[in-house]
């Protein structure tokens, strides 16, 4: 979770934000030790999966630092998906992959690719791109893009009462009725939460997602 915190902090703090990564490992493995004793070999692994993702997504991102000055807003919130996706649980949870539906113009491009082969407890992520309505009901996560903004209400309409992840990044979606909803404020990714919806379509948000949440609504 501290790509939440850290948010991706400027190259001038490279080596600090990585002190700091550093720091967060150690602790992390020392609670993940600490617990073993309750846990399942799968979720220990499971554990340590989330932290080398973003160890390697950070590190992705740092090599790029020579050619842009911070990267892009996208390439950020790609992240996010990945951190959302992780510390929401399903009621049914996916027997094989887990789907993340891209649903209007794809606003990440190349972007998603970091998130291709990776796992979330087990289960693949496929992408798929959608235009239709009706190609929704498929997935388990669903990011409807700035180009189909206009459409939000309907496509909540249509998704009501199912175990589906919605996901935004356009001012007001939140409030209606999209479950995670992304903005770009002062340079970082923040997140709003509406967790009445979650629960309604019977979703846990994990509290340690939601207490980096910029506004909750229940």
């Known amino acids: 979770m501290w790509m939440f915190h850290d948010n991706f902090c400027a190259p001038r703090s490279f080596l600090t ?3 700091r990564l550093a720091r967060f490992i150690t602790q992390r493995r020392n609670s993940i030790i600490a617990a073993d004793r309750q846990k399942s070999k799968k979720e220990f692994l499971d554990d340590w999966r989330k932290v080398a993702f973003a160890l390697f997504l950070q590190l992705g991102i740092a090599s790029s630092m020579h050619a842009e000055e911070q ?3 996208y390439r950020l919130k790609v992240a996010f998906l990945y951190n959302f996706a992780a510390y929401t649980t399903w009621p049914n949870p996916p027997y094989h992959n887990l789907m993340l539906c891209i649903h209007g ?3 990440f491009g190349q972007n998603l690719q970091h998130l291709q082969g990776k796992k979330i407890n087990e289960h693949d992520i496929l992408i798929k791109h959608t235009k239709n309505l009706m190609d929704l009901t498929d997935c ?4 409807i893009t700035q180009s189909v903004v206009n459409e939000v209400d309907g496509i909540i309409k249509n998704l009501q009462g199912m175990p589906i992840l919605t996901i935004a990044d356009s001012p007001g979606a939140g409030r209606q009725g999209v479950v995670l909803n992304m903005a770009i404020k002062e340079g970082k990714v ?3 939460a509406n967790i009445a919806v979650a629960k309604r379509n019977g979703l846990k948000l994990s509290s340690q997602l939601l207490r980096f949440a910029s506004e909750v609504f229940q």
């Open 140 to 143: 388990h996560m669903v990011f």
């Open 71 to 73: 990267p892009s807003e």
């Open 17 to 19: 934000r990585n002190l």
């Open 190 to 192: 923040t997140f709003e």
């Open 105 to 107: 113009e794809d606003p």
